[in-house]
């Protein structure tokens, strides 16, 4: 597992490159939430294999820079608490702990997990109220606020280059906004057998699909496939979360079935639903259904059945 | 008959050792649905007593009187009278609560703790422990309903009994005041009242045992 967290390095340092010093606030605070949690309840023998760790850093990528660090603390407890440890730990999970965490602070705290800071003034420049005291709100000027290329889509009808989507050099989460690393990532971890291939490559032909289909339908109303896979979470989503071991489908057929959910899932709610991204609710439908994927395309054992195909 | 037991054990056998909500799991819907303030939860547990008292006395006195075939039709009517007095009665004295708790007041009638308890000792016991058993119970199920309620209100809206608690700069826990954080809150509260039990019960068996140690020596 900590060569996922290797994998895991670039597209950290990405966020920190564009993010500046909240970005790392953030994912320290994840990883401090995710790991206390471990190591308070399942002992230190738990976090040996790092997929605490890994909770902890998915989390905080998947979450806003200007996020309050109590937030992001609350947010890495939860996911690792109710996400993995009452389930019994490690491979007993049915949710990615890391999106659980991610979905009870988007219902718990709305406004704070969809406040996007504009560009900063410097570097060094903290891009939202990091330091709110635990419980408190973040004081925001309304100046500082800016929004992510689905928002901007969504809710303004205004598109976004596809040279800044695929640097990453626009607004969102930590980790969704630099699309070639977080491949690149991928593609290791693909060749290290860390990850099955099958299930990004569904889910990127599922939404290119669709979302293909409905731009030759009406390219005015719906975006192109390229923008849809580049923009939002999607990414980092298909390449790091829908992949998790324990909560995606043992079969190929399966993961083909999985991605292919998620990926039509995403297309929906983006384009039909009431939010701008759907990306974390798709994953944690899908994870939802993997006992059942599992059980239909479960394949047939070696030596069995060999009368009903005789007759 | 039963009813040599002390009262005194009906009474409180209902607060904790059988708590409707926490150990029983009965009456789930009131205790998730109405529990998103203290004062609703509270509100809800004082209908729920008063409608278990009144009933489970009425039953206890009719119990000669009730065809077998026919006491779950008794039952229920005896329960919907006291319902429907006490929907009126909370809808004259506090209407804004009325307002907030709606269908879940006319819903007491089918509340299993209630219809359960007349059924399990209302109709075999005589006046004074089905009293005590029915005080206990819907004692019991207040206090859950308004630990419940204390906790939803305090994260999800930094304030208890209405009282701000946190100051004005509060961030409110939205989803404790949505049905996932009755959830949440209840399945977390019976983690800790089964984990709880399960510590008392070893604790005895092992003071048990170092007993019949000390006796072996």
């Not at chain 1, 000027?141 to 640097?167: H, I, N, R």
């Not at chain 1, 690149?184 to 291939?197: D, F, T």
Request: contains cysteine; aromatic residues 10%; charged residues 10%.
């Amino acid at each position: 597992m900590w060569s996922v967290v290797a994998s895991l390095a670039p597209v950290v340092g990405a966020s920190i490159w564009f993010f500046g010093p909240s970005a790392l606030l953030v994912l320290i605070a994840s990883c401090a939430g995710a790991i206390c949690t471990e190591r308070g309840i399942a002992g230190t023998r738990a976090l040996r294999d790092g997929s605490g760790t890994i909770t902890g850093l998915l989390l905080g990528l998947t979450l806003p820079p200007g996020i309050p660090l109590w937030m992001a603390f609350l947010g890495g407890a939860f996911g690792m608490a109710f996400g993995k440890l009452v389930f019994g730990g490690l491979g007993q999970n049915v949710f990615n702990p890391a999106l659980l965490g991610r979905a009870f602070l988007q219902a718990a705290f709305p406004v704070a997990l969809t406040t996007w800071p504009a560009s900063a003034s410097s570097w060094w420049s903290l891009r939202g109220d990091n330091f709110a005291l635990p419980l408190m709100s973040p004081q925001v000027p309304d100046a500082l606020t800016g929004a992510t290329p689905l928002g901007l889509f969504k809710f303004e009808g205004q598109g976004t280059d596809l040279g800044s989507l695929l640097v990453g050099s626009t607004g969102g989460s930590l980790g969704e906004t630099c699309g070639l690393i977080i491949l690149l990532g991928g593609a290791y971890l693909a060749l290290r057998g860390h990850l099955n291939w099958r299930i990004p490559a569904s889910i990127f032909a599922s939404v290119a699909l669709l979302a293909g289909l409905l731009h030759l339908i009406d390219a005015e109303q719906y975006p192109g496939p390229v923008f849809m896979l580049f923009s939002g979470g999607l990414m980092l989503g298909a390449v790091y979360m829908a992949t998790d071991m324990v909560t995606s489908p043992v079969s190929g057929l399966g993961c083909w079935v999985f991605g292919a959910g998620i990926g039509a899932l995403v297309v929906i709610i983006r384009i039909w639903g009431g939010l701008p991204e759907g990306v974390m609710y798709s994953i944690l439908l899908m994870n939802a259904l993997v006992p059942f994927i599992n059980r239909v395309t479960q394949p047939r054992v070696f030596g069995t059945n060999l009368g009903s195909s005789a007759s | 008959m039963a009813s040599e037991q002390p009262t005194y054990e009906e009474l409180i056998k209902g607060l904790w050792r059988e708590n409707p909500v926490f150990i029983q799991l009965l009456g789930l819907c009131p205790a998730l649905a109405v529990t998103n303030s203290a004062i609703n939860a509270l509100a809800m547990g004082a209908a729920t007593t008063f409608v278990l008292v009144g009933s489970s006395l009425l039953v206890s006195s009719l119990r000669s009187l009730i065809p077998k075939q026919v006491r779950i039709t008794t039952f229920i009517i005896v329960i919907a009278t006291f319902v429907t007095v006490a929907d009126f009665t909370l809808q004259a004295l506090a209407p804004v609560v009325h307002k907030e708790l709606g269908a879940f007041i006319a819903l007491i009638v089918v509340n299993c703790l209630i219809l359960g308890r007349q059924e399990a000792f209302a109709s075999r016991h005589s006046q004074r422990p089905a009293l005590a058993d029915a005080l206990g119970m819907s004692l019991g199920f207040s206090f859950a309903l308004f630990l419940l309620g204390a906790i939803r209100e305090i994260l999800g809206s930094g304030s208890l009994f209405g009282v701000s608690l946190f100051g004005p700069d509060f961030e409110p826990w939205v989803i404790m005041i949505l049905p996932p954080g009755g959830f949440i809150t209840l399945g977390l509260l019976l983690g800790v009242f089964a984990w709880f039990k399960e510590h008392r019960e070893r604790a005895s068996q092992q003071a048990a045992l170092d007993t019949g140690e000390r006796r072996a020596a």
